[in-house]
């Protein structure tokens, strides 16, 4: 799997993606994100250096995006992941969310956190594969960290 810098390209693509029925109701934010607000967002984000979005490749066909937030105040990062949705079911996501938490670390000396809901299987099996540790969990919430 070949993992790039999201660009222009892909904005339309992870807009898609991010509105998916089942990534929202997997997202911390699961509010329908309007087409304006997408673009302002994304714009924003390939400029800020506090935050770092890749796309995984395999065979030219995209396969989803991870996002990297600094959170300055308490020196860490918060990742992210979301699958193209047809792209599911086929065994990438670990790939994907490894070779970026790797390229990630290689670029930022920092610690990592994801937020992942307590139903949201295989994504808390993925980033446990990944070596995130359950920091602690609420009644939606499981909280990890990679260190």
Request: hydrophobic share 40%; proline share 2%.
């Amino acid at each position: 799997m070949l993992i790039r810098n999201a660009d222009n390209n892909d904005v339309m693509d992870i807009y898609k993606w991010r509105n998916d029925p089942l990534s929202l109701s997997m997202s911390e934010n699961s509010s329908i994100i309007s087409i304006v607000d997408h673009k302002i967002w994304f714009k924003n984000i390939l400029i800020d250096p506090s935050k770092k979005i890749y796309i995984g490749i395999v065979d030219e066909n995209k396969i989803g995006v991870t996002k990297f937030e600094i959170d300055e105040y308490e020196n860490k990062a918060k990742v992210s992941i979301n699958l193209n949705p047809s792209m599911r079911g086929k065994k990438f996501s670990f790939d994907l969310l490894s070779k970026s938490v790797a390229i990630y670390l290689k670029q930022q000396e920092i610690k990592l956190t994801a937020i992942v809901k307590n139903e949201n299987l295989a994504s808390l099996k993925i980033f446990k594969k990944c070596g995130f540790k359950k920091k602690s969990e609420d009644s939606t919430f499981q909280y990890l960290f990679y260190f």
